[in-house]
């Protein structure tokens, strides 16, 4: 697909010279985010430590899980390059974040670069957080982030065996294949050697400090996930397919502003510091901002909730007319 | 007279004034679209379409000797045009640049502007 053949050429929202202005990036303030992050973890594995065997427990593992699933943002961030001005220091960060998050660093950058090229067109977008008709089984299954602990360890485990499933291998160039499959042998390869260890010393520590606070913690950034684009029009309009929503000063700290997603759609090369100031030049030409994380959970789950009978339905008359119906659920992955 | 560099098929591309530093601007030459590049004072120029998807590399950012495609943010080397990691892999065609009076000049053979994209 060629950029300038798009419905909407988002460039012309914001000139040339602002572009340049709002694309620099900034290694300290990347640094100041990541330490930050890293740190607020740090604090939950301390709480965690601190409650162990009591019923807050529960509550610092939910707490820390949040915080460790919103890696997804620098994770992101560096997929796109953008988290730091200098390269190799992008790169480590987003190897570092993608093993604690578990994302495959090389595999996700190519698939989010197809999300962003096919945002919200049903078969060809990879990422689409839940394509209609969605039930409420499909709408609590992303929420929960369920499906991901059973399919992201048999994805990686094909790549470690130097295979790719087929609906992958159409936005993977083969010349890259190699590098995938790699990647997934040293991160299985590290993934065992923590088990291996924990099991010798007859620890729990991964599972207490870092998986089972990760499930515990998935809503709340799987919650963003939807909101970024769900309830959106179907279709190529990054005026109309993605949504901006607005937030609070920790949850936009976590989230690395990603809760400014249309602005995000409409320059992806300006670091994620930049977003609230293109949300203030051009935001009355996006589509509008949803009031709050609630507010935009409620209208999806008010507007795009069928039942199980009209999902059958819906899908059938789509196949009737040719449609491409995605029930694939890759995004789950990510 | 303006003086031009020694040798055929060189177009001018524009006043070097009007390049910032990490400036990047597009020139069309046949059916060929050309990046022409400021770094650090030097001029360089490469093919202006990605290499992995359709996109203006001239619309893209330039850090330090390094363009960033603006759809996907696949980068490349702007001296030798290698593609530096996903999402691109293939690297892009790179043309002589030379900047005589102030002008910038890019060589461009009729053959590589009739066979270029843009």
Same mark, same amino acid.
């Given at each position: 697909m060629k950029r300038q053949e798009m419905v909407f050429d988002p460039f012309q929202l914001i000139d040339k010279k602002e572009r340049k202005r709002l694309t620099r990036r900034s290694d300290a303030i990347g640094l100041t985010y990541l330490v930050g992050h890293f740190l607020a973890i740090g604090a939950g594995a301390l709480a965690i430590y601190l409650t162990?065997?009591?019923?807050?427990m529960v509550l610092a593992m939910w707490a820390h899980g949040t915080v460790l699933a919103c890696l997804f943002a620098p994770m992101h961030e560096c997929s796109h390059g953008?988290?730091?001005?200098t390269r190799w220091l992008n790169e480590t960060a987003y190897w570092l974040v993608s093993v604690v998050y578990i994302s495959q660093p090389t595999w996700y950058r190519y698939r989010h670069a197809v999300h962003h090229t096919y945002t919200q067109i049903q078969g060809k977008d990879?990422?689409? !957080?839940?394509?209609?008709?969605?039930?409420w089984q499909h709408y609590f299954e992303q929420l929960l982030g369920w499906r991901f602990w059973t399919t992201f360890p048999v994805v990686i485990t094909k790549h470690a065996l130097g295979r790719m499933r087929p609906q992958d291998s159409?936005? !993977?160039?083969k010349a890259d294949l190699p590098r995938i499959y790699l990647e997934a042998r040293i991160m299985l390869a590290i993934y065992g050697l923590i088990a291996a260890t924990a099991i010798y010393f007859g620890s729990w520590a991964p599972l207490v400090y870092w998986i089972l606070p990760r499930m515990m913690g998935e809503p709340l950034q799987r919650a963003w996930r939807i909101a970024?684009?769900?309830?959106?029009?179907?279709?190529?309009?990054v005026r109309t397919n993605t949504r901006s929503t607005h937030a609070s000063f920790l949850m936009r700290a976590l989230c690395w502003n990603m809760p400014y997603h249309s602005e995000h759609h409409v320059l992806?090369?300006?670091?994620?510091?930049a977003l609230p100031e293109i949300n203030r030049m051009i935001a009355s030409e996006l589509k509008p901002m949803g009031a709050s994380l609630l507010a935009v959970d409620r209208e999806v789950r008010r507007g795009s909730i069928v039942s199980r009978e009209e999902a059958a339905r819906i899908i059938d008359e789509r196949k009737k007319n040719n449609e491409v119906v995605d029930k694939s659920w890759l995004c789950r992955l990510d | 007279m303006t003086n031009v560099p020694a040798g055929e098929h060189w177009h001018l591309a524009g006043k070097a004034s009007d390049f910032e530093d990490e400036d990047v601007e597009q020139m069309i030459v046949g059916n060929l679209a050309v990046a022409i590049y400021r770094v650090e004072g030097a001029f360089y120029a490469t093919q202006?379409?990605?290499?992995?998807?359709?996109?203006?590399?001239?619309?893209g950012v330039v850090v330090d000797c390094v363009v960033e495609c603006p759809f996907h943010q696949g980068r490349f080397d702007?001296?030798?045009?290698k593609a530096l990691g996903a999402p691109v892999i293939h690297a892009l065609k790179t043309f002589p640049v030379e900047v005589v009076d102030g002008r910038i000049y890019v060589r461009v053979t009729p053959e590589e502007a009739a066979e270029g994209s843009s």
């Open positions: 162990y065997g009591t019923f807050w953008t988290a730091f001005r990879p990422a689409m !957080v839940l394509p209609g008709p969605t039930t159409w936005y !993977v160039p970024e684009h769900k309830g959106c029009e179907e279709g190529p309009d992806p090369q300006a670091p994620f510091f | 202006d379409v990605c290499t992995h998807e359709h996109a203006y590399l001239s619309d702007i001296k030798s045009g």
